[in-house]
């Protein structure tokens, strides 16, 4: 098998794992892919690729219809996502719209540098059309903020953008060090750099994972603040002694769930607007009624961390009123069904 056959086969294995990942993400990718081959007349590649990533998925899908899954995957993945932008507003996130300048610049300076590229002294080690991939990507990876723009889902997706804007800026700055003879000083800064950051991390690793658990912790490797530490114990030995059910009911459930390994929270590990399927928060409220012998310990959770993770504020509402107050647990206030 030739080595470009390979590499297809492979680039259409990993649109299938991004698709898998996230979704949206995976359109994205699947759009740049074809965008950037059929600019290059890569047609057969470009089959190739997405012929693989088609096998994958039919598999895939095949094994989740055997295992009576492939509906729920479906409604969670897919059909939640007109709830996650009717109910989440991009009104007010005056931040995240600036930020969204970020790409327009770029893509404009890209343009620019395009068209000046031979009226200009530029490099000739340093081949523009690198670029252009990470450009294409960039552009389509921005389909992640849709339908919800905010800052936290656009500074992400701003990544490959930032690298770009990196990229440009080698390349419009490479002759000007050349020229003062400054080539090797600025490998050695940016060696000594990268070495410090490197040193620096794996200092962090160690001093605030590593060493706080054993190995056979399932923290073991995590970088938790004290306070999130403390709210470990204190929650883990409420619910080792209580004989109730118990459902975290906060962004902090995922946290909690691999800490104890044995909660079974299930969809209320990620309790936010479009994760939860076409019946959405509703479908959620209307669980909630008919819990029996149920503790729900609700987070104190600021305004802020609302906006940024689409929080549940209906069925929080619910909870609140229709629930029975019972006391309080580090972060979390203790919610009780009634019957």
Request: charged letters at 20%; aromatic letters at 12%.
């Amino acid at each position: 098998m030739k080595k470009s056959t390979i590499k297809s086969i492979v680039q259409g294995i990993i649109l299938f794992a991004v698709f898998l990942t996230y979704q949206k993400l995976g359109v994205g990718y699947f759009l740049a892919l074809i965008v950037y081959e059929v600019s290059n007349k890569n047609i057969k590649t470009l089959f190739i690729e997405l012929f693989t990533a088609f096998i994958l998925l039919l598999i895939f899908l095949g094994i989740l219809q055997l295992q009576n899954n492939l509906t729920n995957f479906i409604d969670f993945a897919v059909l939640g996502i007109g709830e996650f932008g009717n109910k989440n507003s991009i009104a007010k996130d005056i931040k995240a719209i600036m930020l969204l300048l970020t790409p327009v610049l770029t893509i404009i300076a890209y343009i620019i540098t395009l068209k000046n590229i031979k009226r200009t002294k530029f490099n000739k080690s340093i081949n523009i059309n690198s670029i252009k991939p990470i450009i294409i990507f960039a552009i389509f990876s921005y389909l992640c903020i849709i339908p919800l723009i905010n800052t936290y889902h656009v500074v992400l997706t701003n990544i490959l953008t930032y690298i770009c804007l990196g990229y440009l800026l080698n390349f419009l700055i490479a002759p000007i060090i050349e020229e003062l003879k400054l080539n090797k000083v600025v490998s050695i800064l940016i060696i000594g750099l990268s070495i410090l950051m490197i040193i620096k991390s794996m200092l962090n690793i160690y001093f605030y994972s590593i060493k706080m658990y054993k190995e056979n912790n399932n923290l073991y490797g995590a970088i938790l603040e004290e306070e999130d530490r403390e709210m470990l114990k204190e929650v883990d030995n409420y619910i080792s002694n209580t004989d109730k059910n118990v459902i975290i009911f906060s962004t902090y459930s995922p946290m909690i769930s691999i800490y104890r390994n044995d909660l079974d929270n299930g969809k209320y590990d990620l309790v936010l607007r479009g994760n939860l399927g076409l019946s959405g928060e509703q479908g959620l409220i209307e669980e909630i009624k008919q819990m029996k012998n149920t503790q729900i310990l609700l987070l104190h959770e600021t305004d802020d961390e609302k906006e940024l993770y689409q929080f549940v504020y209906e069925a929080t509402e619910y909870i609140k009123e229709n629930l029975n107050f019972v006391g309080q647990i580090n972060k979390f206030d203790i919610y009780e069904t009634i019957n």
